[in-house]
C-alpha cells in the first residue's frame, strides 16, 4: 500500500485524493506514511531534521486543505429552486371611463377609449337598445385658438364605427392645430349624442417660427378690430382616413 501512497504523492495527490484513490481513510493513509518517514529516519537513509521538517510542512498543508474543505462542506448551501412565478395577462379593460387622444405626426392622430359598464348600461336605458344595438360614432373637432364649449368648433367630422372597436386613426390633418375628440352615439334622427370627451391635442409644428401664429388674429377678434376671426382664413379643409386594428 506504502508503494501506491508514494507513486500517488510523486503525482500531487493530498492524502485525502490517495484514500479517495485506493478507496480508504485518510488516516490510514497518513499513518502508513508517517510510518515509512520513521522507517527511514531509523535507516538514516534521509535526514532526521529534514524529514521532521517535510512531515510536519506535510501535516499542516493537509490539515489546512481538510479544513478548507470542511468549511466548504459547512457553508455550502442547497441552492434554492425558485418557483416560476405566474404571470397575470394584462386586462382586456380597466373599467374607466377614457378618451384618449395623441398625436402620431403632424397630419395624423391616434385616438382610443375605453367604457365602464355602469356607463354602458345608462346609456341602455337612455336609448332603451342594447349597447350592441347602438350606433357608434366618433367626432373629431377642430378647437384651435377657441375656448371649446362643445358647439363652437371651427369644424367638426363624425366617423362611424364598427361594433367592437376601441380605436381609431385620423390621417390628412393639418399640422399646428389643436383638436378634441368626442365618442358618442347616432340616434335614428341623425344626432350624435356625446358620452365622453377627450383630451385637447396639437398636431406637431413642421416649419419652426410656427408657434403663436393665430396670437394677433385672436386678440383681434376678441377686441372687436375684426368682424370674424382671421385665423379661419389660414384653415383649409382636411380629408381624414380611418383604420380600425
Request: hydrophobic residues 35%; proline residues 4%; charged residues 30%.
Amino acid at each position: 500500500m506504502i508503494q501506491d501512497i508514494l507513486a500517488l504523492r510523486e503525482k500531487g495527490f493530498s492524502f485525502r485524493k490517495i484514500a479517495k484513490e485506493l478507496e480508504t481513510t485518510v488516516g490510514k493513509v497518513q499513518y502508513c506514511f508517517k510510518k515509512y518517514q520513521e522507517e527511514l529516519q531509523q535507516e538514516g537513509l534521509e535526514d532526521t531534521n529534514q524529514m521532521d521538517d517535510a512531515a510536519l510542512i506535510t501535516e499542516i498543508d493537509e490539515k489546512a486543505i481538510e479544513e478548507e474543505e470542511g468549511k466548504k462542506v459547512e457553508t455550502e448551501k442547497p441552492v434554492e429552486v425558485i418557483k416560476d412565478v405566474p404571470v397575470h395577462p394584462l386586462p382586456a379593460a380597466y373599467e374607466r371611463d377614457e378618451v384618449m387622444l395623441m398625436p402620431r405626426t403632424p397630419n395624423s392622430l391616434y385616438v382610443y377609449w375605453e367604457t365602464r359598464e355602469s356607463t354602458r348600461r345608462m346609456i341602455e336605458h337612455q336609448f332603451r337598445a342594447p349597447w350592441h344595438e347602438l350606433k357608434k360614432a366618433i367626432r373629431l373637432y377642430d378647437v384651435t385658438a377657441l375656448l371649446f364649449n362643445g358647439h363652437n368648433a371651427h369644424r367638426f367630422i363624425d366617423s362611424d364605427l364598427p361594433e367592437m372597436t376601441n380605436n381609431w386613426y385620423f390621417h390628412g390633418l393639418t399640422e399646428n392645430r389643436t383638436f378634441i375628440v368626442d365618442l358618442g352615439i347616432k340616434t335614428k334622427a341623425g344626432t350624435f349624442f356625446s358620452i365622453l370627451r377627450s383630451n385637447p391635442i396639437d398636431t406637431p409644428r413642421v416649419k419652426e417660427g410656427m408657434e403663436g401664429q393665430y396670437v394677433d388674429a385672436v386678440h383681434k377678434w376678441q377686441t372687436g378690430q375684426s368682424q370674424e376671426p382671421e385665423w379661419l382664413e389660414h384653415f383649409s379643409t382636411y380629408s381624414y382616413y380611418e383604420s380600425t386594428k
